[in-house]
């Protein structure tokens, strides 16, 4: 009787896989290699060039988009940063950073309403200037506001005329930030005391799209396009489910159990493989919007990896929501992310949300939809129980 056995490929570069001769392609250790359950297997060199995507996709701006920041640099400019509050961490792009940096920068982080109550304002202000001094932004002034507060929409704009200081304000943040519903509440109160009037037109030597509300007679408002969100979740939904997102008020907090080599599936869209631990996860603190989003924990079976039995599931319409677009392992980025500290952290999906667990000698894979981001950062919600 003959035997016959899969050669096995990397699945980065495509190269033939082996176990005996580290300084030849393709080299691998033994019990990698032999592993059924690992459905995908880098050579040593691809995982030490990819690190499974350890350096997460930033999102494109164009260069007219530049050229307008340029200016707003060149004239030292107020710059009004707005961002999504529930999921901004992985949202920045490092040249606009490195463009705006010397200016006057005033955060306004919107969908407070997304997170709990009793979560202090002033916490979250901290979190929100840290997360900027993270990317080498180091802001003025955090404002924490939601799209229904007025009173606090109008400090903002008090705020501003105070900080601009006779200079033109820029509007920037990505889309879903609630850029719209900050120059909505700016224009409720607004008197126009200049001889311009209120344009919409494309910003100088470009085909940006801006709206220009004049500040006096020398200077401007300008509401710019939403930065594009193309590494979120949100960029991958569909009519259908982005309604459902955008319709979810908040999320609700899940606790779940996690040992080594289960996952966790966070309905179709994405799922966190504890790959190793020198301990069962016993509090793992899930935020996730949709609040109607399926969790299931699976583990691996006979010959059946994870990723394998997350597709079986998809397909079985036993996750929901879930892509359409996504059937196989090719259509989702694989992080993997090592943690060596002994206090509480967060992993984070751009444009979904976050778990949070007690960081100890884990090793995560955290599988989503192709070039979303992830992030890890300190808690964003400090949890005493996590201690």
């Known amino acids: 009787m003959s035997d016959f056995a899969q050669v096995r490929k990397c699945y980065n570069c495509g190269t033939l896989l082996q176990s005996d001769n580290p300084n030849e392609k393709g080299y691998v250790k033994k019990e990698i290699l032999d592993n059924p359950l690992l459905n995908f297997v880098f050579c040593d060199e691809c995982f030490e060039k990819e690190k499974f995507h350890a350096r997460p996709n930033e999102p494109e701006l164009d260069d007219e988009y530049y050229s307008l920041v340029m200016d707003a640099k060149n004239n030292q400019s107020l710059i009004v940063y707005v961002i999504n509050l529930f999921s901004f961490e992985a949202s920045f792009n490092s040249k606009l950073n490195s463009l705006i940096k010397n200016n006057k920068i005033l955060v306004v982080a919107n969908k407070r309403d997304l997170l709990p109550n009793d979560l202090k304002d002033e916490t979250i202000e901290e979190y929100v200037a840290h997360r900027f001094r993270a990317v080498d932004l180091h802001v003025d002034k955090v404002m924490v506001t939601s799209e229904s507060n007025d009173e606090v929409n109008r400090e903002i704009i008090e705020t501003i005329q105070e900080m601009r200081q006779g200079h033109n304000t820029y509007v920037i943040g990505p889309k879903y930030s609630g850029k719209t519903s900050l ?37 401007y408002m300008y509401d710019t396009p939403g930065i594009s969100n193309d590494n ?156």
């Open 183 to 219: 120059i909505n509440a700016f224009l409720r109160v607004y008197h126009n005391l200049s001889k311009g009037m209120i344009m919409t037109k494309n910003y100088k030597n470009t085909k940006v799209r801006v709206m220009m509300i004049p500040l006096d007679d020398d200077t």
């Open 232 to 387: 979120s979740l949100l960029a991958k939904l569909d009519a259908s489910t982005i309604d459902l997102y955008l319709s979810s008020r908040g999320c609700e907090k899940k606790g779940v159990l996690l040992s080594k080599n289960q996952a966790i599936c966070l309905g179709g869209y994405a799922m966190i493989e504890l790959v190793s631990s020198e301990k069962d996860l016993n509090n793992l603190s899930l935020y996730f919007r949709p609040n109607k989003i399926t969790y299931k924990k699976i583990a691996p079976r006979h010959k059946n990896s994870v990723d394998e039995i997350f597709f079986e599931l998809i397909a079985k319409g036993a996750l929901t929501p879930a892509l359409k677009a996504m059937n196989s392992l090719k259509d989702m980025t694989v992080y993997e992310i090592y943690v060596d500290e002994t206090n509480q952290r967060d992993i984070g999906i751009l444009g979904f949300g976050w778990f949070s667990f007690v960081a100890h000698k884990q090793v995560f894979r955290i599988y989503v939809p192709h070039n979303v981001s992830v992030y890890t950062s300190r808690p964003k919600i400090v949890d005493k129980r996590l201690r």
